[in-house]
């Protein structure tokens, strides 16, 4: 098995790196280029930068899938399959958004109403395929007692809903520095990997689709760390969600997601309680712009700027420790 998801693992790799290196000058040929945010003025000599290069490590899982994935098929084991198809919808939601920056070469794309809608009808979606196909039970594990609690269907589906829309918009926020969303996702995807070698076999096609992802990422910082050749867009960001929400619920644990993905909740949160409080106050602000991590560019609390790169050796080794502490907790479940 350590073989397999250790294939998994370099497809993905060798493939994004040997792709990105005709996509990218694609992108540029084709101008498809991200126009930044106004407000984020230290950022401006980014703009024209190509996006949607979350393309990249998406072929990559797709390669991985109905490759390494394709024996465990034939015995009738499709859990990948559904997890990347899913994850393929909230990527395609992020290529129309995309898209639509790159034609009106604005900053905009679609409307939190028309996002959130997409993204509501997916998750929906989703939640009744699992339901008829047999994989969403309503009985919800507790990571931290070990214990598993029967809730009612309807709330259960209140509940998942909230969770797949809440991991996608929450990674979308972070992706707002180079190879921060990447550097935060890929121990997210280790924890899956570990948890297949700790519960077996029975979980490698879902392993197999967590390591493609840790690889596929890896090969994507090659051309978006810091100095970034290329942004993965809302393409990339919404499919990571995707993705990660997906094995979640695959792996039949959504609440590991409030350990294994604190930074994500970390940037919703502060961009929630920074326009809360901003209506409450008036115009005052608790961030010097949210989300978090630009708070801490422009210096905020200690007056220190940090980095791009500071920022994600920060996010990356925090997701680290989150995944260990998550790993602790579920790991002899099964």
């Known amino acids: 098995m350590s073989i397999q998801l250790f294939c998994a693992f370099m497809l ?3 493939f994004v790196t040997a792709f990105g290196k005709v996509y990218i000058p694609w992108l540029r040929k084709v101008k498809a ?3 930044i945010k106004t407000q984020v003025t230290w950022h401006e000599g980014k703009s024209g930068t190509p996006t949607m290069g979350g393309v990249m490590f998406i072929l990559g899982a797709i390669l991985v899938c109905l490759t390494l994935g394709f024996p465990g098929m034939l015995h009738g084991h499709f859990e990948h399959i559904f997890v990347l198809a899913f994850a393929m919808v909230f990527g395609a939601i992020g290529l129309l958004d995309d898209w639509k920056k790159i034609r009106n070469k604005t900053n905009g794309g679609l409307t939190t109403s028309q996002k959130f809608l997409l993204q509501l009808v997916a998750a ?3 939640l009744l395929l699992m339901k008829r196909m047999g994989f969403l039970h309503t009985a919800l594990y507790l990571p931290l007692s070990g214990r598993t609690v029967q809730m009612p269907a309807w709330l ?3 509940f998942a809903v909230f969770v797949i829309v809440g991991t996608v918009n929450a990674v979308n926020i972070t992706d707002g520095v180079d190879g921060l969303a990447s550097g935060t996702s890929i121990p997210v995807f280790l924890f899956f990997v570990l948890i297949t070698f700790a519960w077996g076999r029975d979980y490698l096609q879902l392993g197999l689709f967590a390591s493609s992802m840790i690889g596929g990422l890896m090969g994507f910082l ?14 990339g960001s919404l499919f990571l969600g995707g993705a990660i929400a997906g094995l979640a619920f695959a792996y039949d644990m959504p609440l590991i997601l409030i350990f294994l993905c604190v930074m994500f909740i970390l940037e919703t949160l502060s ?13 005052k602000r608790v961030f010097k712009m949210a989300p978090f991590h630009h708070h801490l560019e422009m210096g905020g609390w200690t007056g220190r700027k940090w980095k791009e790169k500071e920022l994600f050796v920060l996010y990356t080794g925090v997701s680290l420790l989150c995944m260990v502490l998550s790993f602790l907790m579920v790991y002899e479940r099964f």
């Open 222 to 235: 090659t051309f978006n760390f810091n100095p970034a050749k290329v942004f993965m867009g809302d393409t």
């Open 12 to 14: 993905a790799f060798l």
């Open 271 to 283: 961009d929630i309680i920074q326009v809360g409080y901003y209506k409450l106050s008036h115009g």
């Open 156 to 158: 259960y589906y209140i």
């Open 124 to 126: 929906l979606v989703f």
């Open 33 to 35: 280029g991200q126009e």
